[in-house]
């Protein structure tokens, strides 16, 4: 019997498509899970007559595989994937590679392909996005760790991955340690961005303009033939379009408390370690927060009446303004994220492909939308853009939005509707356009209460400065120094 391919360990949903989608691109399979039945289960259903081995134990697994052998695991991030290290490196030879496919933190994945190198074999740490579907027929995945185990594995995600029209896989290498996760990570953060936007905007028409679900769904299908086309954009319509047995929106059904994994909160615990004005994702993640807190909510909104929205204009311009919002905030989220990028790839020495990064997420991931073709060409065009809203193309877009965004947002608070997220993208923008912020009278608060130094305009950059407000202090300053 011929060798397998490549081994898989944890047969969840992601894991057995992920299976079934490489066995159908032409690899053969082994398969193992620590519960056994799942083993059985699984190839004596989904893979029975397929070219996908089943496997009893770690021993078993290793020894149907090719060399260099190749085991990918699809188990929960944190000590499982530790644990699992552990369990397949005495199993292994020098050049072997593990590859770990969850949404393992960007650090682990550091600390692991250092460890595991050590010990003579190569590790790959693989973000992996499209839900059951994209790992069925095909993902968005990036891989990161160890350069030299790419070789090896490239054939087989670039052949599961999803294509964009011409072809190209949605699967680059990314950088070295745990540059795959970090991008993934960043990925799901947007991500977490993009879902709070447009339920602020689901929020704007419900409450606001008083819309039905079914003409939501009308709004997001006309949106989606647009500039906002997307794969959150398109589920949302077919969410609003689902009834429920009894022929009413099931939307309307459904309790208003998001849950998180915590990807999000990776994220922005990232950007606050790198010194990145994340504000939107920031914002996003608190949003689900506050939004757990249900029954203190609800308390409050006795103790605090609503402010009941009065909306005297015309429906179908609100709804062209919401778009427009929709699109700025969208943009002004993107272009955080890349600054994290960017930031992440200073300081761990990553070689990132910003261009190839939108090319990854065009395809097969939850963010995919027709907006990542323009950052793709933007990044083609300046490789050194510093920010995205600088790119000629959505500059311009910025400033056919503005009037709109700013609209909805005035209208939005005098009727007393939630919208931070659109909110804080239009403070970041207008804080990033604006050449002289407030942050000199702060300056001047800490040197007078912590002798902490400032610069002076008058002076060349980079020469501190200290004042004695009271006349009561000495002429003593502390460091200087960035937190």
């Given at each position: 019997m011929s060798a397998s391919d490549i081994g898989l360990i944890g047969l969840a949903v992601m894991g057995e498509n992920l299976v079934l989608n490489m066995e159908s691109k032409g690899f053969k399979v082994s398969v193992f899970n620590r519960t056994i039945e799942r083993v059985n289960n699984f190839v004596n259903g989904r893979a029975k007559g397929k070219n996908i081995v089943g496997t009893y134990s770690i021993v078993e697994l290793i020894k149907t595989l090719k060399r260099p052998r190749k085991v990918m695991l699809m188990v929960k991030a944190g000590k499982p994937v530790d644990d699992f290290i552990e369990l397949l490196l005495p199993c292994l030879e020098e050049g072997d590679i593990i590859i770990d496919g969850g949404n393992s933190y960007f650090e682990d994945t550091n600390r692991r392909t250092r460890y595991v190198e050590s010990k003579g074999l190569l590790y790959i740490g693989t973000g992996v996005s499209g839900g059951e579907e994209g790992a069925l027929t095909g993902p968005s995945i990036m891989p990161g760790g160890s350069v030299k185990a790419w070789e090896y594995i490239k054939p087989i995600f670039q052949s599961i991955a999803a294509k964009v029209e011409d072809g190209t896989p949605c699967c680059e290498w990314v950088g070295e340690n745990g540059a795959g996760h970090f991008v993934k990570m960043v990925h799901n953060g947007i991500?977490?961005?993009?879902?709070?936007?447009?339920?602020?905007?689901?929020?704007?028409?419900?409450?606001?303009?008083?819309?039905?679900?079914?003409?939501?769904?009308?709004?997001?299908?006309?949106?989606?033939?647009?500039?906002?086309?997307?794969?959150?954009?398109?589920?949302?319509?077919?969410?609003?379009?689902?009834?429920?047995?009894?022929?009413?929106?099931?939307?309307?059904?459904?309790?208003?408390?998001?849950?998180?994994?915590?990807?999000?909160?990776?994220?922005?615990?990232?950007?606050?370690?790198?010194?990145?004005?994340?504000?939107?994702?920031?914002?996003?993640?608190?949003?689900?927060?506050?939004?757990?807190?249900?029954?203190?909510?609800?308390?409050?909104?006795?103790?605090f009446p609503r402010i009941k929205a009065h909306f005297k204009s015309d429906t179908e311009k609100m709804i062209v303004d919401?778009?427009?919002?929709?699109?700025?905030?969208?943009?002004?989220?993107?272009?955080?994220?890349?600054?994290?990028?960017?930031?992440?790839?200073?300081?761990?020495?990553?070689?990132?492909?910003?261009?190839?990064?939108?090319?990854?997420?065009?395809?097969?991931?939850?963010?995919?939308?027709?907006?990542?073709?323009?950052?793709?060409?933007?990044?083609?065009?300046?490789?050194?853009?510093?920010?995205?809203?600088?790119?000629?193309?959505?500059?311009?877009?910025?400033?056919?939005?503005?009037?709109?965004?700013?609209?909805?947002?005035?209208?939005?608070?005098?009727?007393?509707?939630?919208?931070?997220?659109?909110?804080?993208?239009?403070e970041y923008f207008d804080g990033f356009r604006n050449d002289k912020l407030p942050a000199n009278l702060i300056q001047a608060q800490r040197d007078f209460f912590g002798a902490h130094m400032y610069e002076r305009i008058d002076k060349p950059g980079g020469v501190f400065f200290h004042t004695n407000w009271t006349g009561k202090g000495g002429e003593t300053a502390s460091s200087a120094y960035n937190a």
């Open positions: 991500e977490y961005g993009d879902m709070q936007l447009i339920s602020e905007a689901y929020q704007m028409m419900k409450e606001l303009l008083h819309l039905t679900a079914e003409e939501m769904h009308e709004v997001f299908k006309q949106w989606n033939k647009g500039e906002l086309n997307s794969y959150l954009i398109e589920i949302t319509r077919d969410i609003l379009a689902f009834k429920d047995e009894d022929g009413t929106p099931l939307v309307d059904k459904i309790l208003d408390t998001a849950g998180q994994k915590g990807t999000g909160k990776w994220t922005v615990m990232a950007a606050l370690d790198l010194g990145v004005p994340l504000t939107l994702i920031g914002e996003a993640v608190f949003a689900r927060t506050l939004s757990s807190m249900k029954g203190e909510r609800v308390e409050a909104s006795k103790a919401l778009e427009q919002a929709l699109y700025a905030s969208k943009l002004v989220s993107y272009a955080q994220g890349y600054l994290l990028m960017k930031a992440a790839a200073k300081e761990y020495s990553w070689n990132l492909n910003y261009g190839g990064i939108a090319l990854m997420w065009r395809g097969g991931c939850i963010i995919r939308s027709a907006f990542l073709e323009k950052i793709k060409d933007a990044y083609h065009k300046d490789s050194g853009l510093s920010n995205l809203l600088l790119d000629t193309f959505f500059k311009a877009k910025i400033e056919q939005a503005q009037e709109s965004w700013r609209r909805i947002i005035s209208t939005a608070v005098l009727n007393g509707i939630w919208v931070p997220a659109i909110t804080t993208a239009l």
